[in-house]
Each structure stands twice: as C-alpha cells, then as structure tokens.
C-alpha cells in the first residue's frame, strides 16, 4: 500500500500557524489501517496534539478519517468505497482540517482515494430477446445494452466479445457523450428451417488487474415468412344437437391447416355471422376450432342454425367454411295446472260430494307427450272427477272434522306421457271452518294446590288450565267460582277465580292453626253458541309456617311465686334434676325442638339433653359447689327461622332446707328473676358502651396527638448536643409487679455543658424530676408527675432522670 504525504507550513507574525498536509490512500481499506502519520509529517510532538486537544474539522468526512493523539496517526475509521463516495468524478479526495489550541494551530489535510479494482461490469438486463424475419437483408444492425463499471481510469470498461460468430459481428461506435455504442451486425442470411433460434452471449472486460468481466444472453427467434394461406378441411360441416342441452355442449369442431409455421402458421378461428342470433347461442374456441353452447337451444323458436365460420393467420391470410346445426325436438314442456275457481273455506259440516274447486290442464306438447293424467295426495277426504277435456273438479269423499284436521294441503299431481315423463303440481290450502261440537275440557280430573300460611291477601295460588278443541269463539273459554261453602263461610270469601286465566288468588290470609285445608268447585265455559261447559274439584291445602315459638310448660315461669329444684350433695354422675317440657302448636318440623343449656352457675355440673330437655348432673357434686345454682334452658324449634323460649331453673344443692337458710336461698333466687329484664336490655347496654368506648378512642388518639404536636414545637427551641447518659440503679428501686415490658426501675444522671440550651433534648430540673410511678396494688394504672418547668431556666444544674 502507498502513501504520499505532502506538507506545507507558514508562519504568520500574530502567533498562528497554517499547514497543509495531503495522502494517496487506496479504497477499501480495513477500519483502523494507518492513513498517515499526521505528528511526524508536521513536525508535531504527539504531546503537543495532546495538550491542544487536536481534533479534526469537517462538515461531511469525520465518517472516514480519525486522530490518534497519543499516537499521531490518521486512521481509517469507517470502510471507504469510492464509487459510493465519488462515483465517476477523478480525483476523489477528503479534505478536513486539524484544529490545535493553546496556542491555535490550524492545518489542512487532504486524503485522495485511489480506485481499486471492485466492481465488475454489469448488464442491466441479464438478457435481451430480438425477433429476426429470415428475409433480413445482410448487414442490418441491431442495437445492444452497453454494460457499466463503477471503477475509473484502467478499472473502467475496456472491450466488448460477441459469441458465436457464425451470423453477426460486433461493431463499436462513439457517441456524441464519449460513450461507445454496441451494435449486433447480421453477416450472413438467417434461415427458420434450418435453425429458428440463435443464442448468443456478450462479454463485457474491463481493464483492471485481476481482470473483471461480465455477460448478457442475447436470444435470437427467426421469424418466417408468410407464404402460405390457412385451407378447412371440408367447406361445409352437419352437426346435430338436442334441445334444452346445457351450457358447454361440444357441437361440432372445426379444422384448418397453414403450410406455414410460428406466427404465420398460427390460426385463429371466429363467427362472422351478424344478423341473426348465432352469436347469442354458439361460440368458436379461436384456437382450436371446438364450438360449444352458451345460451339455451329451444326447438320451438329455431329448428336449424348456420354458422359462418373465418380461419386467419397472423400474416392477414384467411380461408372461410359454415357449419349447419340441426336442433332434435325433445319432451321438454311440463303440464300446466291452473286452479279456475276455489274455496278456501268449508264448514267441517259440509256434505258428501260438496265441490271445492275447478282445476284446467294444458300441455303444450302434442302427441304422446301431450296426454296428461291428473291424481291428489292419499288419506285426505277428497277425489279428484274429470267434468270434461282438460278439467277436473275436486269434491269432498267423507266427512270433515276441524278437531281432527283443521287445514288441509292438497297437492294435485298432473303427469304427461312422453319419455322421460313430466308433471306438473299445485298445493292447495284448504281451511275447514269450526262448528261450536267440543266442550271445554280441564287438563286435570281435579287439582290439589299448596300455600303456605299467613300469606298476603291477593296472592297467586296456582292457574287452572282448560283447552276447548274448537276454534276462535268457539274456544275462548271463561272461568267461573261455583257457589260453595267452607265450615259455614262462603267460599268466595277464601278465594277467586280470574274469568280470563284460570288464575286462583286467596282473599284472605290463611292460618294453619285454624284451618288446614278446603276444596271447591271451578266450571270452564267456551264462547260457543249455545255453550258448552265442565267443572272440576279443587283442594287448597294450607302449609304449616314456623310463625309461632316453643311454649314452656314446666317449670312454670310466674311472677308471683318461685320454684326451685333441690340435688343432694350426694348425687352421683347423672342424677335427674328436673325436664323442661315445651310445645310448639306448628307442625313438622317446625314442631320438632330441641333443648340446650345457654347459661349456667357452674356449667361443668349440669347438662340438657338435647331431645328430651332432662337436666341431669354431669359430674359428682361436692361440698364445694354453690348452693344457689341458676340454669338458663333455651327451647327451639326446628323452622327456618327458628323460633325459642327461654326457661330459668334455679337448683339449690343441699340435703334439705333448714329454716335458716332457707328464706336467705329464697332471697338469692328472687334477685335471678332481675336477669330476664337484664338480658332484654342487654343489647342496648352493648350498643351503648361501644358508643362509649369509640368516643373514647378518639378523643384519645386527639389528646396523643396534640401532645405529640406540643413536643415537637418546643425541641425546635433547642439545638444539636452530645450529652452522655450514664445509667445507674439505685436498691431502692424496684419492679414491684414484675410483669410490666421494663424488668427494672432505671435511674439516669445527665450531665449538661454550659452550651446545653442548644440539645434537642428537654428534661425537667432536678428538684422535681420527671418519674412514672406504679402502683403495686392497682391492676395496671400508671401516674405522671411531670414538671412545669423546664430545664433549661437552670442551665447549670444537675439532672436526675427516673424511669419506672
């Protein structure tokens, strides 16, 4: 690789310095390679390019080029590829300058890219085609692609090679640009029959080293010459074709032959009828002479057609020929049915032989193909009678019964004879008029509906149904309440019937306790005239609800007298105390109870069976035990929601009742009656103290946090100090509980600076220190005497601070 370097340097008298410097640097070369070495070329110590923060200058080319400072060198910094960079301009250089300060240096660089060799001529077109006539005259040019090579000077496009030689040469010509033009010259007469396509290649070399070149196929195709008209085979052609054929249908194909080939021998065929419907009907494939169908062929409106037919080649030559078409008849007209007068309406009590409607048949078709025979669909009432040529009348065969049939379809069916055969048919909808025959029937013998008590007056009970078989008025039916009566009440006074829907609403809100069913009688009449009616029995069976709680009815609950159950301190493990008996006036399960022991005196002594509510002692009792014993017993019933009662039962364990104590336990038990009142208000009494307690709480939470507020304020009086605190326990403190979070009393002492008032901290004076006290015989409550006034009024004394 070559460099050349070229240096030139002035000096001027106001202290700058102006330099130039130019390199020669081939394209192409790997990022990081060595352009110059820019230090020494100068006359520059690589400190100084580092001191005065050297650095290139450039609007466009800092891409390429970089400065080594602690090195000196330029370097390539990015691939250079001159074609990208210069195209066809020569020469192609960077110039930037190098910029120094401290003090200003300033030099101009240019770097000139030398070409290399890279790029190999290219085509355009990687092929060109020519179409030749074989009566091409010898030396007829033809104008070829010129190929292009990026590089310059001696890399540049040098020559041109044709191959085969054996018909043209390559002739090159200046243009008015200084471009060479490349021409294809014809040498030697072309000749399609012996060869009919030419392929040559071009060769485009340039002149670089390693020399580059690159190609083009040029394909010749020897055109012939057109000498030879296209001849039909035959001048007429007959073909035969059947009515009603579908689209697509090969008629008939015609050939012609052209002695010539290539375009000239290539044919095409075409219709050149004009005044008739030929073109409507037929189309000719214009390459290979097949005609088809493409509309439909009717023998009743053309019997024949003729086609005129044109063969041309490409070179104008023509020959013509026609074709005749016979169409075959075929059995192609259906039997026309058309109903001349009907009834769409007949009475289900019509007679025998009553006429429905007047039906006319036609077939366009003669002979064999025109006899028709007319037949209905079976199972349906009516016959089908030929009145006269063509036309038939259809008449009732049996009797009519709306409920059975209320609409008819009847489908007449008329079939010609011709092969194959066609039919014709018609759907004939038939309305059979209701005559009021069917009394409404009840969808059920009698009906048993269920409501449950204490139900709101008005309320839906369940719908009675009833269908009439008939028809419109005749089926519009009405519901009627019978009169009846319930244990001496009407029964209109318990329920109503809706007329419209059969809907049975309850007037009255029932109670099971009183009542536990009834039934009625509803009659359904229809809207026929004269009316037809049924009835049907309805029971309505009321449902038990859980609306009434247990009763208890031992021990008795009075106000005015007590009773108490008395267990020896003998009785064993369990001993009968008493049984709480309680009813429920429901039924089911919401009459099932069940007993449970809700408070107690000693609930480890006595239980409640749970189905029976026996009260039998679970344990052995002992001198221990209270005399008073007080047992709260909660009776409930099994309903959703349940219902309770609630029993006391005072008990006195002892042997007997000596006159002493007696009148004293009697007292005791006296006072439990106060309990019921007490647990009626208990509720209130909650809600009240949480009431309380919230209040509390927040007024709490206000108090801490004003005094955390407080505080704060009046740290920011004081400033930042270190104080030591030294901790010492004197034997006179003591935890006197021993379960508070401090396990001992701590006593501090606190010595203070001079410059103190500036700590964050504040502390009370020695003569009343700041002291929790606890009190060994409350449950927890804590005092604070804390001092008025504040330390720091006595910046010089000591401090003793206590911590219980």
């Not at 179409?131 to 540049?156: C, M, P, W």
């Not at 018609?426 to 509906?449: G, H, K, M």
């Not at 106060?674 to 208990?682: A, G, I, S, T, V």
């Not at 209130?684 to 801490?704: G, M, N």
Request: hydrophobic share 35%; charged share 25%.
């Amino acid at each position: 690789m070559a460099r050349q370097a070229l240096l030139f340097v002035s000096l001027l008298s106001v202290g700058a310095v102006f330099g130039q410097v130019s390199y020669t640097v081939p394209e192409e070369m790997a990022k990081g390679s060595i352009v110059g070495n820019l230090a020494q070329d100068l006359g520059l110590q690589t400190k100084r390019l580092v001191s005065g923060k050297a650095r290139i200058y450039t609007r466009d080319s800092d891409g390429y080029i970089e400065l080594n400072r602690e090195r000196g060198v330029l370097l390539v910094k990015e691939r250079i590829d001159r074609e990208a960079l210069c195209r066809k301009t020569t020469p192609c250089a960077l110039h930037f300058q190098i910029i120094l300060d401290n003090p200003m240096e300033f030099y101009t660089v240019t770097v000139q890219i030398t070409d290399i060799n890279d790029n190999a001529p290219t085509f355009e077109k990687g092929e060109m085609k020519f179409k030749i006539s074989e009566s091409a005259i010898t030396g007829a040019k033809f104008v070829l692609e010129r190929a292009v090579d990026l590089d310059v000077g001696i890399n540049d496009l040098k020559s041109y090679e044709l191959k085969p030689k054996d018909n043209f040469s390559l002739k090159l010509r200046d243009n008015a640009e200084g471009n060479k033009n490349v021409e294809m010259v014809l040498q030697k007469p072309l000749d399609r029959e012996k060869q009919e396509q030419i392929s040559l290649v071009l060769t485009a070399v340039d002149g670089g080293d390693p020399q580059m070149s690159g190609t083009m196929l040029i394909v010749i195709t020897v055109l012939d010459v057109n000498d030879n008209a296209p001849v039909f085979t035959q001048p007429t052609y007959k073909a035969a074709v059947t009515e009603n054929s579908p689209k697509g249908t090969v008629v008939a194909t015609v050939t012609a032959a052209d002695a010539d080939e290539g375009s000239n021998g290539k044919i095409t065929y075409s219709i050149t009828n004009t005044l008739d419907d030929v073109r409507k009907v037929f189309k000719i494939n214009k390459e290979n002479g097949v005609i088809t169908i493409i509309e439909n062929i009717d023998f009743e409106d053309s019997r024949n057609y003729q086609i005129n037919l044109l063969a041309s080649d490409e070179g104008g030559l023509t020959d013509s020929c026609k074709v005749i078409v016979d169409v075959q008849d075929v059995n192609d007209n259906h039997p026309a049915v058309d109903i001349m007068s009907k009834s769409t309406v007949i009475s289900e009590d019509a007679k025998l032989n009553t006429v429905v409607t007047m039906i006319n048949i036609e077939d366009k078709d003669t002979g064999e193909n025109g006899k028709v025979q007319c037949f209905i669909s079976d199972n349906v009432p009516f016959i089908l009678k030929t009145s006269s040529n063509n036309f038939y009348s259809l008449v009732t065969d049996s009797d009519l019964d709306r409920e059975r049939a209320s609409e008819y379809n009847i489908t007449v069916t008329c079939s010609d004879e011709g092969v194959p055969s066609l039919s014709s048919s018609v759907t004939l909808t038939l309305q059979i008029s209701d005559v009021n025959d069917n009394a409404p029937v009840f969808e059920r013998s009698s009906y048993e509906a269920y409501i449950v008590e204490n139900n709101t007056p008005g309320l839906s009970i369940f719908t009675v149904k009833a269908r009439d078989a008939d028809w419109n008025q005749n089926a519009r039916v009405s519901f009627i309440l019978e009169d009846s009566s319930v244990n001496g009440v009407p029964v209109s006074s318990y329920v109503s019937v809706s007329a419209d829907s059969g809907v049975i609403h309850a007037v009255r809100s029932f109670d099971y306790e009183q009542i536990k069913d009834f039934q009625f009688r509803v009659k359904v009449q229809d809207g026929g005239s004269p009316p037809l009616s049924s009835n049907v029995t309805v029971k309505i069976i009321i449902q038990d609800q859980n609306d009434n709680p247990p009763q208890v009815l031992y021990p008795v609950q009075t106000g005015g007298s007590l009773v108490a159950e008395m267990v020896p301190r003998s009785a064993d493990v369990g001993y009968l105390v008493t049984k709480v008996v309680a009813v429920d006036v429901d039924s089911g399960q919401n009459a099932w109870l069940s007993y449970k022991l809700q408070k107690a005196t000693d609930r480890a002594l006595f239980e409640v069976a749970l189905q029976n509510g026996e009260i039998r002692t679970i344990r052995q009792v002992t001198d221990k035990d209270a005399v008073k014993q007080r047992l709260t017993v909660i009776v409930e019933d099994n309903g959703q929601p349940s219902r309770s009662a609630t029993v006391i039962v005072n008990v006195a364990v002892a042997d007997s009742f000596p006159e002493v104590l007696f009148p004293e336990v009697l007292s005791e038990f006296t006072d439990f009656t106060h309990d019921k009142e007490y647990n009626d208000n208990l509720t209130f009494y909650l809600v009240l103290a949480l009431a309380v307690v919230s209040f509390l709480f927040i007024t709490c939470l206000v108090v801490i946090i004003s005094v955390k507020i407080y505080r704060w304020r009046q740290s920011r009086v004081l400033y930042h100090s270190n104080l030591p605190v030294i901790p010492y326990y004197p034997p006179r403190y003591s935890d006197t509980l021993g379960t508070g979070t401090l396990q001992h009393v701590y006593n501090y002492e606190v010595c203070r600076t001079t410059d103190s008032r500036k700590s964050d901290c504040k502390f009370g004076r020695a003569g009343s220190q700041n002291v929790l006290i606890m009190d060994p015989s409350s449950t927890g409550t804590m005092q604070r005497i804390q001092s008025e006034k504040s330390i720091l009024d006595e910046p010089d004394s000591p401090l003793e601070v206590r911590l219980l």
